[in-house]
């Protein structure tokens, strides 16, 4: 009888691109958000994904209380440092 085939999508490993972790003053609460949700809140949001959070919405996960770019406590990126983010009066041109 024939041999079956293995599904090659679940032989792949999934890529980790690590973390950033996030800080609730309100709550005083510190909790932690993968990049992939990031991304994925950020594609839904304004259409593009990127190692910034600045315009990104993320919520308190005890509160529900918007999360400042201020407060956020750290980056947890294993491979990869973020790239820096540049404003447009910044561009050389």
Not at 12 to 30: L, R, V
Not at 31 to 45: A, N, R, S, V, Y
Not at 65 to 87: L, R
Request: aromatic fraction near 14%; include cysteine; proline fraction near 3%.
């Amino acid at each position: 009888m024939g041999k079956k085939k293995r599904n090659k999508s679940k032989l792949k490993q999934k890529e980790d691109f690590g973390s950033a972790e996030f800080y609730c003053a309100k709550c005083d609460y510190t909790f932690e958000i993968d990049w992939e949700t990031i991304w994925d809140i950020q594609e839904c949001t304004h259409g593009y994904v990127g190692y910034h959070l600045n315009d990104t919405f993320i919520c308190c996960e005890k509160c529900g209380e918007f999360i400042e770019d201020k407060e956020t406590v750290g980056v947890k990126n294993p491979s990869k440092k973020p790239s820096q983010f540049i404003m447009d009066d910044e561009l050389p041109f």
